[in-house]
C-alpha cells in the first residue's frame, strides 16, 4: 500500500512533517534552512523496514519491559518478545509506532491524530483510544498526548524523534545539558536494576553542558520532577549554533545516543548517511520496567482517568 502524504505544518519559524504511520515527526525545519533537523529517511516506507522507531510515537509501553509480561488487576498479561527473544521493546512490532493513526482534526499550524487499540491489541488489556496533537506556536513545536480506557491497563508512551542539529556527520560535535540529576543505573539487558542513582562524579552527568560521547553506555533514563508541570529537561546544541530546548512535564527522559544505529549509505531523507551516533534520541516518558520495580511510580491507567504528557520542543540559534 502507498505511504499516506505527509501532513505539512508550517508558521514563520518553523515548517513540519509528520507521518500518519506512528503519528512520526519525520520532519522540522528552521525557517531560514532547509535542513531537516530531525532524522528523516528517504523513503516513507523506509520508516517501516528500518526498525529504528525514527520520529514515531511508541507505546503503549514505551521502553523494555521484562520478560514482555505484566501483571493487572491479578491477571497476567504476555506481549511480544522483540528484543533478543527476552525482552519487549516499544510494545513489539504492533506498537503503536506501527499503526495508521487517523487525521482527527488539522489546521496550517495543528494536527490531531488518533489510534484506537482494541482490547487485547499488544497482549494488553482495554479498549484504549490515543491522541496525540502537534501543535506551532511562533519557534516552539507542542506536542500533547492523551489517552483513556474502559479497563485498568499499562499507558506510557514516549515521542521517539532522533535530533541531529548540524544536518549530518556525528552528534558528538553537539554538547547536552539535561536538567536532572538522578538517573537509572541498568544491566547488561539495559533494564533498570531498580536502583536510583546520582549521576554525580558518573559518566551520565549532564548537569553542565558538555559534548555527546562516544559511549554505548548513554541509553538511560533520568528522573525529572513529577509534580505535573512542564520544566525544562534537555538543552542540546549543534556546532553550527542551532539550540533546541526540550521541556515536558513527564516524569523520565531516556536519553539515547544513537550508539546502535545502523550504517546505511544516502539512507537519510538529504541524502546522508545514517551512523552510528548520528543523532540523539531524547524520549520524554515515565520510567521504563516500571510494572517489575514497585518503588517507581505506577504506569497503570484506570478507566474513568485521562493519561495526559505535554512536550514542547523549543528550536532557536545561538
Known amino acids: 500500500m ?4 505527509l501532513i505539512e505544518l508550517r508558521n514563520d519559524h518553523l515548517t513540519v512533517s509528520l507521518r500518519r504511520r506512528g503519528a512520526a515527526l519525520v520532519g522540522l525545519r528552521l525557517h531560514d534552512s532547509a535542513q531537516n533537523l530531525v532524522l528523516g529517511l528517504a523513503a516513507p516506507e523506509d520508516h517501516d523496514h528500518i526498525p529504528i522507531y525514527a520520529g514515531a510515537l511508541v507505546g503503549p509501553i514505551a521502553n523494555r519491559l521484562e520478560r514482555g509480561c505484566i501483571t493487572v488487576a491479578g491477571i497476567r498479561y504476555q506481549m511480544a518478545l522483540n528484543e533478543n527473544g527476552q525482552n519487549t521493546l516499544h510494545s513489539g512490532p504492533e506498537g503503536l509506532h ?16 488518533i489510534c ?17 496533537t502537534y501543535t506551532l506556536q511562533d519557534s516552539t513545536l507542542s506536542l500533547e498526548i492523551t489517552a483513556t480506557t474502559d479497563a485498568a491497563t499499562p499507558m ?5 524523534p532522533y535530533w541531529n542539529l548540524d544536518g549530518g556527520g ?12 538522578r538517573y537509572l543505573p541498568t544491566g547488561p539487558d539495559n533494564l533498570p536494576t531498580g536502583q536510583i542513582a546520582q549521576t554525580t562524579d558518573t559518566p551520565f ?10 559511549d554505548p553506555a ?26 533546541l530546548r526540550l521541556s515536558t512535564d513527564a516524569p523520565g527522559l531516556q536519553v539515547y545516543n544513537g550508539a546502535h544505529l545502523p550504517a546505511l549509505r544516502a539512507a537519510l531523507d538529504e541524502g546522508g548517511d545514517l551512523r ?4 540523539i534520541a531524547l524520549e520524554p516518558q515515565h520510567w521504563p520496567n516500571a510494572p517489575h520495580n514497585p518503588s517507581f511510580p505506577s504506569i497503570i491507567l484506570h478507566p474513568g482517568e485521562t493519561y495526559r504528557q505535554t512536550t514542547r520542543y523549543h528550536l532557536d540559534r545561538v
Not at 558528538?172 to 540529576?181: K, Q
Open 276 to 279: 552510528p551516533f548520528g543523532a
Open 156 to 160: 506510557n508512551i514516549a515521542a521517539h
Open 2 to 5: 502507498p505511504d499516506a502524504p
Open 218 to 243: 548513554l541509553d538511560v533514563n533520568y528522573c525529572l520532577p513529577a509534580d505535573g508541570a512542564v520544566h525544562l529537561a534537555a538543552t542540546l546544541t549543534g556546532a553550527n549554533g542551532t539550540r
Open 98 to 113: 506501527s499503526r495508521d493513526w487517523q487525521i482527527k482534526a488539522r489546521s496550517e499550524t495543528s494536527a490531531t491524530l
Open 116 to 132: 484506537a487499540l482494541p482490547d487485547g491489541a499488544c497482549g494488553l488489556p482495554g479498549n484504549r483510544v490515543i491522541s496525540a
Open 205 to 214: 552527568d549532564f548537569t553542565t553542558a558538555r559534548h555527546i560521547p562516544h
Open 170 to 181: 556525528d552528534v558528538a560535535s553537539h554538547t547536552v545539558a539535561l536538567h536532572a540529576d
